[in-house]
């Protein structure tokens, strides 16, 4: 895309109002483009834009139509196949089907700076003070259910090839369940707690 055709698309979209910022158009475009590439819903983009749902339900076609109308871009981006050969050449381009890699977070380049910066200076800190890392405390939360059915290879029993399998009603996991909430430092656990039914984990707690 040429700094001419770009800058008409950053003219056409919204400005900065008295009560809030206005999405930036490099935001705009960079959520439009991601969506017209995977052909999701408005749930997608979401999580790597950080823009709601509802907002780029109103983004993706303003930008859209500002792509259309500007007729560079309409000729230079917008070709239709003009033969049935062309329109082989383009249906063989999606004829690939690729799954989705699953990652851990999807972060923008900021949040990944920020991650970067904070394990910099957890670094530093070990450098520093060798016992740092004695006075950190972490925690972790697990459901804990009243009891647990054995898996299929749990159950599994030693027996002769002649011998029929053994057969085992089949149980599903218990409703009477528990959130077990734990603290441990690097000597070992600190403290355990079984939080009551219907209480919200926060700071308090």
């Given at each position: 895309?040429?700094?001419?055709?770009l800058?008409?698309?950053?003219?056409?979209?919204?400005?900065?109002t008295?009560?809030?910022?206005?999405?930036?158009?490099?935001?705009?475009?960079?959520?439009?483009?991601?969506?017209?590439?995977?052909?999701?819903?408005?749930?997608?983009?979401?999580?790597?834009?950080?823009?709601?749902?509802?907002?780029?339900?109103?983004?993706?076609?303003?930008?859209?139509?500002a792509i259309?109308?500007?007729?560079?871009?309409?000729q230079?981006?917008?070709?239709?196949?003009?033969?049935?050969?062309?329109?082989?050449?383009?249906?063989?381009?999606?004829?690939?089907?690729?799954?989705?890699?699953?990652?851990?977070?999807?972060?923008?380049?900021?949040?990944?700076?920020?991650?970067?910066e904070?394990?910099?200076?957890?670094?530093?800190?070990?450098?520093?003070?060798?016992?740092?890392?004695?006075?950190?405390?972490?925690?972790?939360?697990?459901?804990?259910?009243?009891?647990d059915?054995?898996?299929?290879?749990?159950?599994?029993?030693?027996?002769?090839?002649?011998?029929?399998?053994?057969?085992?009603?089949?149980?599903?996991?218990?409703?009477?369940?528990?959130?077990?909430?734990?603290?441990?430092?690097?000597?070992?656990?600190?403290h355990?707690?079984?939080?009551?039914?219907?209480?919200?984990?926060?700071?308090?707690?």
């Amino acid at each position: 895309m040429s700094d001419e055709n770009l800058k008409y698309m950053l003219a056409k979209v919204k400005q900065d109002t008295l009560l809030w910022n206005a999405i930036t158009p490099e935001e705009r475009i960079v959520a439009t483009l991601r969506f017209l590439a995977t052909g999701r819903s408005f749930e997608d983009p979401k999580f790597a834009t950080i823009i709601s749902p509802n907002a780029l339900g109103n983004i993706i076609p303003e930008t859209c139509k500002a792509i259309y109308t500007y007729k560079a871009l309409k000729q230079e981006h917008l070709k239709f196949a003009n033969s049935s050969i062309e329109w082989q050449k383009i249906a063989k381009d999606f004829e690939r089907k690729v799954c989705t890699k699953l990652v851990p977070k999807v972060l923008t380049g900021d949040q990944k700076s920020r991650r970067v910066e904070t394990c910099q200076e957890l670094l530093d800190l070990c450098e520093s003070d060798p016992h740092f890392l004695d006075n950190v405390i972490t925690g972790d939360k697990t459901w804990v259910f009243e009891y647990d059915p054995e898996t299929k290879r749990q159950s599994a029993e030693w027996h002769i090839s002649a011998s029929p399998c053994p057969k085992k009603g089949r149980m599903s996991k218990s409703k009477v369940k528990v959130i077990l909430i734990v603290f441990f430092d690097i000597r070992g656990l600190v403290h355990l707690e079984f939080v009551p039914h219907g209480t919200t984990i926060n700071a308090k707690l």
